[in-house]
T-cell receptor, first 115, second 111 residues
Framework: NAGVTQTPKFQVLKTGQSMTLQCAQD?????MYWYRQDPGMGLRLIYY???????DKGEVPNGYNVSRLNKREFSLRLESAAPSQTSVYFC??????????????FGPGTRLTVL | ELKVEQNPLFLSMQEGKNYTIYCNYS?????LYWYRQDPGKSLESLFV???NGAVKQEGRLMASLDTKARLSTLHITAAVHDLSATYFC???????????WGAGTKLIIKP
């Protein structure tokens, strides 16, 4: 099993460009998450999907959109990139649904630089 | 609003010493998670603590949870260089699917 995979691993964008970060998991998990990690700030939740067909905003959703394409895939889109979106982006998944606990498993991350 | 505080945020220690990282949280929860992150890498789950008094151990690391005090500790025994990493705690809020994360403790263990 590959676990959680993310593409691309690195990306450089110019201000105003758009891009989509892809995430897929093969663990049959119900819930998926997108985080950003900035130096000294820990992890901040951007969006999550508790189950296929649902998405909800997290702590820092502005400037992002998501799509839960199916149970396996959860993508994050930056419509018009800004330098403040320079960060490392992590996708995670968990079995959490209907009372099970929420141990999350992380992908390798995407390092995004916006010039 | 659930808040999670870790301390210290930075810890430099000698090999062979013992130390403890603390994770305090602000509202009721009985589910807490510890993760490890190596520089430039992803996060790896270390411990899942699901009830008051839970204690988990793996090698030189031991984690415990006191839900009444809203406190978890990660204890390092006889530290070795390979344990150098950033350690995060995360607390599960009630009624939703989110984890609230601490800022992380960067641990450097010197030979």
């Amino acid at each position: 099993n590959a676990g959680v995979t993310q593409t691309p691993k690195f990306q450089v964008l110019k201000t105003g460009q758009s891009m989509t970060l892809q995430c897929a998991q093969d663990m049959n998990h119900n819930s998926m998450y997108w985080y950003r990690q900035d130096p000294g700030m820990g992890l901040r939740l951007i969006y999550y999907s508790a189950s296929e067909g649902t998405t909800d905003k997290g702590e820092v959703p502005n400037g992002y959109n998501v799509s839960r394409l199916n149970k396996r895939e959860f993508s994050l889109r930056l419509e018009s990139a800004a330098p403040s979106q320079t960060s490392v982006y992590f996708c995670a998944s968990s079995t959490s649904s209907g009372g099970t606990y929420n141990e999350q498993f992380f992908g390798p991350g995407t390092r995004l630089t916006v010039l | 609003e659930l808040k999670v505080e870790q301390n210290p945020l930075f810890l430099s220690m000698q090999e062979g010493k013992n130390y403890t990282i603390y994770c305090n949280y602000s509202t009721t929860s009985d589910r807490l998670y510890w993760y490890r992150q190596d520089p430039g890498k992803s996060l790896e789950s270390l411990f899942v603590l699901l009830s008051n008094g839970a204690v988990k151990q793996e090698g030189r690391l031991m984690a415990s949870l006191d839900t009444k005090a809203r406190l978890s500790t990660l204890h390092i025994t006889a530290a070795v260089h390979d344990l150098s990493a950033t350690y995060f705690c995360a607390v599960e809020g009630t009624g939703n699917y989110q984890l609230i994360w601490g800022a992380g403790t960067k641990l450097i263990i010197k030979p």
